[in-house]
């Protein structure tokens, strides 16, 4: 446009300060609402601006249609969000209930294992120091005898593996 004439503009290096139409410009031509079948070099930016102004008031002034179904639309999203939501939290709410009670019972069983292993290290420790083994076994069948042998076997391999 400025080569033709239409626009003169005040540049100062690479910078632009001012774009003026040109007082000897043709008139502007009454608005068409074809702007699109207008080349680059042909097209009018203020018959462009004025075309989608009067798109915008048209719309607008169609009524609350188009934009009562699309806030239909993002109501019912909304909604649909809302509940997905509320499902994930009661899910993680009776997952942290699951792991409270999980918690719970694994510390209930790591105490009865400890008192267990200490019941079963004092009895050991009374067996060997009692100088009358015999007297114990005539308290104690061949199977309660073969039970704390195990016991006690199994008590030493499990003290073995900690210290190594």
Same mark, same amino acid.
Request: charged share 30%; glycine share 6%; net charge positive.
């Given at each position: ?23 000897? /410009? ?5 608005? =068409? /609402? ?13 018959? @462009? ?21 699309? #806030? ?35 510390? /209930? &069983? ?23 083994? #015999?007297?114990?076994? =005539?308290? @104690?069948?061949? #199977?309660?005898?073969?039970? &704390? ?16």
């Amino acid at each position: 446009m400025e080569r033709s004439g239409e626009l003169t503009r005040t540049t100062k290096g690479k910078r632009t300060f001012r774009i003026e139409g040109s007082t000897s /410009a043709p008139a502007a031509e009454p608005f =068409k /609402a074809d702007v699109t079948t207008l080349g680059p070099t042909q097209m009018d930016y203020e018959q @462009l601006a004025a075309a989608l102004l009067v798109r915008v008031v048209e719309s607008v002034s169609a009524g609350s249609n188009p934009s009562a179904e699309t #806030d239909s639309w993002a109501r019912r999203r909304i909604e649909r969000l809302e509940r997905q939501n509320a499902e994930l939290e009661r899910a993680v709410a009776r997952m942290k209930a699951e792991l409270r009670v999980l918690t719970e019972e694994r510390d /209930a &069983l790591k105490s009865q294992l400890e008192r267990t292993a200490g019941n079963l290290e004092l009895l050991t420790d009374r067996m060997q120091s009692r100088p009358t083994h #015999d007297a114990l076994s =005539k308290r @104690l069948g061949t #199977d309660e005898q073969a039970l &704390l042998h195990q016991l006690r076997n199994g008590a030493s391999r499990k003290q073995g593996n900690r210290v190594g």
